[in-house]
Nanobody, 118 residues
């Protein structure tokens, strides 16, 4: 069974940066798209950013557009989320997920904590 493995979370001050990575446990894994989501206790999980496996299309939620950059690293076969100008409201557990075309997000990683605090 393929797993998605997130890394790169941590504690950062407001205005700082973090880079998250999502890697499939099987190198030959191919999907239609990879997305990053986040969740805080008591709230629904929300979409943050997504990218097609080909890398030719990206999506962002409005509140992170211009601050976060999602990208694919073909050599490492990872999807990265570069998060800049972080705000306290970006604090959450971040999850990566994959989906087939015209399908739901159905494969999820274990999550990585991001805390933005002074």
């Amino acid at each position: 069974q393929v797993q998605l493995i997130e890394s790169g979370g941590g504690l950062v001050q407001p205005g700082g940066s973090l880079r998250l990575s999502c890697a499939p446990s099987v190198r030959s894994f191919i999907t239609f798209a990879i997305g990053w989501f986040r969740q805080v206790p008591g709230k629904d999980r929300e979409f943050v950013a997504g990218i097609t496996w080909s890398g030719d299309t990206t999506w962002y939620r409005p509140s992170v557009k211009g601050r976060f950059i999602i990208s694919r690293d073909d050599a490492k076969r990872t999807v990265n989320l570069q998060m800049n100008s972080l705000k306290p409201e970006d604090t959450a557990v971040y999850y990566c997920s994959s989906r087939a075309e015209s399908a739901d997000w159905d494969l999820w990683g274990q999550g990585t904590q991001v805390t933005v605090s002074s």
